[in-house]
């Protein structure tokens, strides 16, 4: 999803011993070879939401976005795909352990579907892991954070100049600086880790 992956995967592949070397080369690579990328861009939940919803070849369940989003962001995809069998559960408590507080949405259990998990990390993913064995078998779960907020309309993207050049975070940055955190780990944090490892 992030672009520090995008950055990882190039890291990896540098042919540099030295990890300064290494760094300052996946950079270059990024900016001016970006053809010859190991991973050759990012794939964002929005657009992987929007592709698979395109296809519409599962119905969609959007599970847990903020109250209006999930709703608002049915409309918008109605709007673009038609055909798409979808619902959405707004409102949903998850507790710190990833488990429903209260089963009252046991119906996307029901049937193989597309479930998009919109209640942040790391909820989501421990949600995932404790519904796993109660799937329907052929359900698709991904964990898609703040997609729902922006096929809704509720929050808006960054422009695609930003995009491209991997400077997203810093929009996201300045339209919720709420986000500093996250945003922190992942721009700095992240990439020291990483390096300190690999």
């Keep these: 999803d992030g672009f520090g992956v995008v950055w ?19 950079w270059f690579n990024i900016f001016y070879k970006k053809n010859k990328l ?18 519409s ?3 969609v369940k959007i599970y847990g976005s903020r109250l209006g989003s999930g709703r608002l ?6 709007k673009m795909f038609p055909n798409l069998k979808i619902d959405v559960y707004e409102d949903v408590e998850v507790n710190a352990e990833g488990q429903i ?31 796993k064995s109660r799937l329907f078998p052929g359900t698709i779960v991904i964990g898609v954070g703040g997609t729902v907020d922006f096929i809704s309309g509720k929050a808006i993207r960054a422009p695609l100049y930003l995009r491209n050049f991997g400077l997203e975070w810093l929009f996201r940055l300045i339209t919720e600086p709420k986000r500093f955190k996250r945003i922190i780990n992942a721009t700095i944090v992240f990439p020291y880790k990483f390096i300190k490892k690999y």
């Design 73 to 78: 962001a049915k409309e918008n995809l109605l």
């Design 38 to 55: 190991a991973i050759k861009h990012r794939i964002t939940g929005v657009d992987l939401t929007l592709k698979l919803c395109a296809e």
């Design 8 to 26: 990882a995967g190039e890291y990896c592949n540098s042919k540099f011993k030295n990890k300064l070397l290494k760094f300052l080369a996946s």
């Design 101 to 131: 507080i209260f089963e009252q949405n046991n119906s996307i259990l029901s049937e193989k579907c597309l479930l998009l998990l919109a209640l942040g990390a790391p909820k989501q993913e421990l949600l995932m892991q404790n519904l």
């Design 57 to 59: 070849f599962l119905p």
